[in-house]
């Protein structure tokens, strides 16, 4: 599917004429015949899936002819925890923006609308594809934000101090630990590989004599991206001490159980001893005929458990 969008009095609208007079042309998840329909409108090539898919970055950031061709991975499905990660590639040309996406981030659904309704003024393909970063670095921030705030919370939830007759459920704890760990991760991946984009694009504008604006923009885009890979490396140290944290919780409240394991047996050792005594089949066993025998039995098996129980109150180990 192609969306296409073109200026009007400076303003980015949907556009519903030939694709030769738009601006911006958005391919989600283009076929072959629009493919085409690009190329012959733009004479240059569009990355295949495959070629988004590339590792190296020469395959990623490059130059070919009059277009500029850049590629970064982007989050799609952030908002439910378990996002979706694919390469989003960008095409600058004289002419056009073209965008060509495998998935959906949020931002290419929000940022045209957003745009018409706060009148954003753009001139240029190069003014929309920075204004088009702009919005995925406020979403990226976005997501970190609330990344950061869930972690917070599990966190004063986790050492609140636990009230008598209740329990933590420390599987659901570390299964949100590891959905934010692998969200935070993603995340760093893709602010490394725009950070990559931004630096490349600005090294291109300053060769190309681009206007000031232009490169100043660009350098603030490059600035705010190592911002949020700091704050996506603080993020991920908070995660980690949460985990460990959530793991020594775990030991101890493990210990706890064993521990009040080891007291009980310890408690009806003498008891079971003395009853064995007693069951023992022997011919002249006085207690057999007494009258108090049993009450003395008792007596012992009770006193001889309560010893061992006062002695570990004593040295505080209960």
């Excluded at 500029?68 to 378990?82: E, F, K, V």
């Excluded at 291109?204 to 490059?222: C, F, I, Q, V």
């Amino acid at each position: 599917m192609i969306h296409s969008y073109s200026l009007q009095n400076g303003v980015l609208t949907p556009h519903s004429g030939g694709l030769d007079t738009a601006l911006w042309l958005d391919l989600d998840s283009p076929t072959l015949d629009e493919e085409a329909a690009v190329e012959a409108v733009l004479n240059c090539d569009i990355p295949t899936q495959a070629e988004m898919n590339e590792i190296e970055i020469s395959s990623r950031l490059y130059t070919y002819d009059h277009a500029i061709y850049m590629t970064a991975i982007l989050p799609a499905n952030s908002d439910g925890g378990d996002p979706i990660m694919g390469p989003v590639s960008f095409v600058l040309t004289p002419s056009h923006l073209v965008t060509i996406r495998y998935h959906n981030p949020r931002v290419f659904g929000s940022f045209p609308p957003r745009a018409q309704a706060t009148k954003l003024e753009m001139d240029s393909p190069e003014s929309c594809l920075m204004a088009l970063m702009e919005a995925i670095i406020d979403r990226q921030a976005d997501i970190l934000e609330r990344a950061a705030a869930e972690i917070d919370s599990e966190s004063r939830e986790l050492f609140k101090p636990k009230q008598r007759g209740t329990s933590k459920d420390y599987q659901k704890v570390l299964e949100k630990i590891g959905q934010m760990g692998n969200l935070n991760s993603n995340i760093r991946d893709s602010l490394l590989t725009f950070e990559r984009l931004v630096t490349y694009l600005g090294q291109l504008l300053a060769k190309r004599d681009a206007s000031p604006d232009m490169r100043e923009r660009a350098r603030t885009l490059g600035s705010d991206v190592k911002s949020l890979t700091d704050h996506a490396n603080f993020v991920a140290s908070k995660i980690t001490f949460l985990l460990d944290a959530t793991l020594g919780l775990i030991g101890i409240e493990q210990n706890g159980i064993f521990k009040i394991f080891s007291v009980v047996s310890v408690i009806f050792l003498p008891p079971t001893l003395i009853a064995s005594t007693f069951g023992m089949n022997f011919t002249h066993m006085p207690e057999l005929s007494w009258e108090y025998g049993y009450a003395y039995a008792v007596g012992l098996m009770v006193t001889f458990a309560m010893l061992p129980y006062l002695f570990f109150k004593f040295k505080k180990w209960l």
